[in-house]
């Protein structure tokens, strides 16, 4: 699991606590997208049988768009959003 601050640059992207996908490069947060706007309404803190928090939620057909724009920046993790932190789960 790792911490990433969320620099200045995405200020704008922060919107406080809760699930995100983020786009990582060098140790560095270079975007942010949370699931709420991507996926009004699922719950999203579902485990699998294995239980991974969030299995298969970066398959979801819904997303593939913001996946596809992250992973053109970099490694693409889901997440959660706390305290200007973006920690990977």
């Known amino acids: 699991m790792s911490a990433y601050t969320v620099p200045d640059a995405l200020e704008a992207r922060y919107k406080g606590d809760g699930m995100a996908l983020a786009a990582t490069h060098d140790g560095q947060l270079l975007a942010l997208t949370y699931l709420s706007d991507l996926l009004p309404g699922v719950e999203l803190l579902e485990c699998d049988a ?36 973006f920690v990977e789960l």
């Open 50 to 85: 294995t239980g991974h928090i969030g299995a298969g939620i970066l398959d979801n057909p819904r997303i593939a768009p913001t996946v596809r724009e992250l992973s053109a920046l970099g490694s693409v993790h889901l997440g959660v959003c706390s305290r200007w932190e």
